[in-house]
T-cell receptor, first 112, second 114 residues
């Protein structure tokens, strides 16, 4: 089946640093979504992207839909402690039912 | 808040017993989904529904069945639970009328099969 490769698997952040993560696929996607999950909770939608080349911001978060439609990235600027958690990308390949394919997640931890 | 609740939130059961998880939504969305989440795998689609009595299989549907007799409820059943079905289960709805667009998730059910 379709797979998303999400990287990095984990990273440590220091308050104030910028953070980048990305997802790539061998397949084309019509929609890219980015979610954040805190421990014990469900994923929360951060940003949705619908067009190739689209660049969308949500506060300190910026995400882009790759021109080839096979990748997307998420940037977090000036990170703060509450940014820790797991970030997931998800792609919708199109077709009936809006089925999403998820990356394995990027774990953000605080550097002590 | 997409008005999604899941019950139970936690369950411990024994191998071979049947288990039913419930997802309830309050906003009359047509599309509903069941995912499981395991370390290193992200979320994987089990089954989804595109209307009352209309369901279809996802990526990891073996050992699971679903039912949707009312718009607001989507049930996931493990007919005979196995240890490999120990996981966190999430229900989601799609806010798009044609199924395209964002999905919003419930709080999850942690299931342990001993």
């Amino acid at each position: 089946g379709q797979q998303l490769n999400q990287s990095p698997q984990s990273m440590f952040i220091q308050e104030g640093e910028d953070v980048s993560m990305n997802c790539t696929s061998s397949s084309i996607f019509n929609t890219w979504l980015w979610y954040k999950q805190d421990p014990g909770e469900g994923p929360v939608l951060l940003i949705a992207l619908y067009k190739a080349g689209e660049l969308t911001s949500n506060g300190r978060l910026t995400a882009q839909f790759g021109i080839t439609r096979k990748d997307s990235f998420l940037n977090i600027s000036a990170s703060i402690p509450s940014d820790v958690g797991i970030y997931f990308c998800a792609g919708q390949p199109g077709g009936y039912g809006n089925k999403l394919v998820f990356g394995a997640g990027t774990i953000l931890r605080v550097k002590s | 808040d997409a008005g999604i609740t899941q019950s139970p939130r936690h369950k411990v059961t024994e191998t071979g017993t049947p288990v039913t998880l419930r997802c309830h939504q309050t906003e009359n969305h047509r599309y509903m989904y069941w995912y499981r989440q395991d370390p290193g795998h992200g979320l994987r689609l089990i089954h989804y529904s595109y209307g009352v009595k209309d369901t279809d299989k996802g990526e990891v549907s073996d050992g699971y069945s679903v039912s949707r007799s009312k718009t607001e409820d989507f049930l996931l059943t493990l007919e005979s639970a196995t240890s490999s079905q120990t996981s966190v289960y999430f229900c989601a709805i799609s806010a798009g009328t044609s199924g395209v667009g964002e999905q919003f998730f419930g709080p999850g059910t942690r299931l342990t099969v001993l």
